[in-house]
């Protein structure tokens, strides 16, 4: 499967965008995702997931109330809402997927997108 995910941009803190993970080749809904994230100068951080039927998602806890993740396999994409932004959101923002069980781990997954910058400004 080929993942592109994007979305991005700059926003000023307290507000809104929503990231995009597109997919291509397979049918998405035969794997998990999850959103994962490198600031500069540190190492790849863990977002959140969700699982192939969508009926679970899960956050890392700086994340939780803020950010949402659904998909719609009609489109084959899976969609990170991301509300009340602040500057340490900056980074730039993956999109990955498995066929195993959605994990925190970043090498729990196969396939990965591009990226998709994201900028926060206080």
């Known amino acids: 499967v080929q993942l592109q995910a994007f979305g991005g941009g700059l926003v000023q803190a307290g507000g809104s965008l929503r990231l995009s993970c597109a997919a291509s080749g397979r049918t998405f809904s035969s794997y998990a995702v999850g959103w994962f994230r490198q600031a500069p100068g540190k190492e790849r951080e863990f977002v959140g997931s969700?699982?192939?039927?969508?009926?679970?998602?899960s956050y890392v806890d700086s994340a939780k109330g803020r950010f949402t993740i659904s998909r719609d396999s009609a489109k084959n994409s899976v969609y990170l809402q991301m509300n009340s932004l602040k500057p340490e959101d900056t980074a730039v923002y993956y999109c990955a997927a498995t066929r195993s069980g959605a994990t925190y781990n970043f090498g729990g997954y196969d396939y990965w997108g591009q990226g998709t910058e994201v900028t926060v400004s206080s």
């Open positions: 969700i699982s192939r039927s969508g009926g679970s998602t």
